[in-house]
């Protein structure tokens, strides 16, 4: 198994930058597809970006394309998700996932464990 520990949300201006760091415990992170989730008041949880287990290959979700990057560590046992020109409809509580399944998968589904989510915040 492995533990999530998400930080580094908070409140921004919208245009503003925030990087939400992702720490691994448990089992080493390179056994792992890693994925970022939000879910705003309301809606359903819903995907962000994903990484495979070397980090070669990086999926992103329309609404977030060319604003976020998605990186990981895997000697650090650490994911990032680095978001800039940040909106006020990227307000949610952000997730980190790890799944056992194929690269970079986009499917909550697929994903096996889960942080508790840490609070983003855009302000207009």
């Known amino acids: 198994q492995v533990q999530l520990v998400e930080s580094g949300g908070g409140l921004v201006q919208a245009g503003g930058s925030l990087r939400l760091s992702c720490a691994t415990s448990?089992?080493?992170?390179?056994?792992?597809?890693m994925g970022w989730f939000r879910q705003a008041p309301g809606k359903e949880r819903e995907f962000v970006a994903a990484?495979?287990?070397?980090?070669?290959?990086?999926k992103y979700a329309d609404s977030v394309m060319s604003r976020s990057t998605i990186s990981r560590d895997n000697a650090k046992n650490t994911l990032w998700l680095q978001m800039d020109s940040l909106k006020p409809e990227d307000t949610a509580v952000y997730y980190c996932?790890?799944?056992?399944?194929?690269?970079?998968?986009?499917?909550?589904?697929?994903?096996?464990?889960w942080g508790q989510g840490t609070q983003v915040t855009v302000s207009s």
């Open positions: 990484i495979s287990r070397s980090g070669s290959t990086t």
């Open positions: 448990g089992r080493t992170l390179s056994s792992y597809t």
């Open positions: 996932a790890a799944s056992t399944g194929g690269p970079a998968t986009t499917s909550v589904r697929a994903y096996d464990y």
